[in-house]
């Protein structure tokens, strides 16, 4: 028996895959945990499964990563946010398998699925018993070789080169992205960037707020201010987000030396959302500044 012939089960074994995946195309982040921190990995699915998702990747992962998936299935409405395990790990190239669906998950999935195997039965699985079992890409290789290739040198370097620019159009446009997405997060989290809210909050008491504070920067007291024996309290004006984050904040009252340094500290505060009938919910409240010289 010939060494092709003993190693085609090999191939055949590690491509088959319980069920068929099929082509899909959308954006899709990944969420893992870095030293206990969740990092975000953005990226663009290739293949989809009733148990899987093939994806390429603007970062690398590890066969056995744990990690949050969320992408958009087309005709499905909102976003799919699922758990998933790294399977696979080629370069970018990585496949995940679905852990802990909810039913309404898979049975959307499913659904999808069987729609693609009928407009495309070609990319279901091959049946049991057949004598090959490699997928549509290995047997348009072993195609390639088994028949002389009669593209010039110069065609298949044309080609190289075509697809040499597309990868680095590909990873061009993914770095773009991860970055336009950052940078829109990091501003939405800064008071000025916050747009008028169609629907005023609801006011809530300074000592109701004082009490949901999680996280406090002191204010760093004027040089200037101290020299001259400036004191007094700054008062503010301050919306709180449903996350608890401080999404708009202004001076009502207090010390012109002193206001600068009480919205740079106050900006960044942070409080347990407040929450109406038991959803969070933005409020607008006042919250006081006291500067003392020792």
């Known amino acids: 028996m010939s060494a092709a012939a003993t190693q085609a089960p090999v191939r055949g074994v590690a491509n088959t ?9 959308v954006p899709a982040d990944v969420t893992v945990l870095r030293s206990g921190i969740p990092y975000s990995i953005p990226g663009r699915s290739v293949t989809l ?5 093939g994806l390429v ?5 590890h066969p056995g990563d744990s990690v949050g998936i969320e992408f958009r299935l087309p005709d499905a409405g909102g ?55 490699a997928p549509p890409r290995a047997v348009a290789l072993a195609q390639s070789i088994a028949v002389p290739s009669q593209k ?17 159009l590909l990873v061009g446009a993914l770095g773009w992205w991860h970055w336009h997405q950052a940078w829109g997060e990091l501003e939405s989290r800064i008071p000025a960037t916050r747009l008028p809210s169609q629907q005023l909050p609801a006011y809530v008491p300074a000592e109701v707020m004082e009490r949901l504070i999680t996280h406090k920067i002191e204010p ?12 007094g309290v700054v008062i503010l004006d301050a919306v709180i987000g449903p996350d ?34 038991g959803q969070a919910v933005e409020v607008e409240t006042r919250l006081a500044v006291d500067f003392r010289g020792n």
């Open 17 to 25: 895959r319980r069920v068929p995946r099929f082509p899909l195309a």
């Open 49 to 53: 499964g009733e148990c899987g998702l």
């Open 57 to 61: 990747l603007a970062g690398e992962l």
């Open 79 to 133: 976003p799919f946010r699922l758990k998933a395990v790294v399977r696979y790990q080629a370069l970018l190239h990585c496949g995940l398998e679905f852990v802990s669906l909810t039913s309404e998950q898979q049975t959307l999935i499913e659904h999808w699925a069987r729609k693609k195997s009928v407009a495309s039965p070609t990319a279901s699985s091959p049946p049991a018993g057949t004598q090959s079992s």
């Open 152 to 168: 010039s040198p110069s065609a298949m370097f044309w080609r190289a080169t075509w697809v040499a620019l597309a990868g680095m």
């Open 220 to 231: 760093i007291y004027p040089e200037a201010a101290r020299q001259a024996n400036v004191q």
């Open 244 to 277: 608890g984050t401080v999404v708009d904040l202004h001076a009502i009252s207090g010390p012109d030396e002193l206001t600068p340094a009480a919205l740079d500290a106050v900006k960044w505060w942070r409080f347990q959302p407040y929450r109406a009938n």
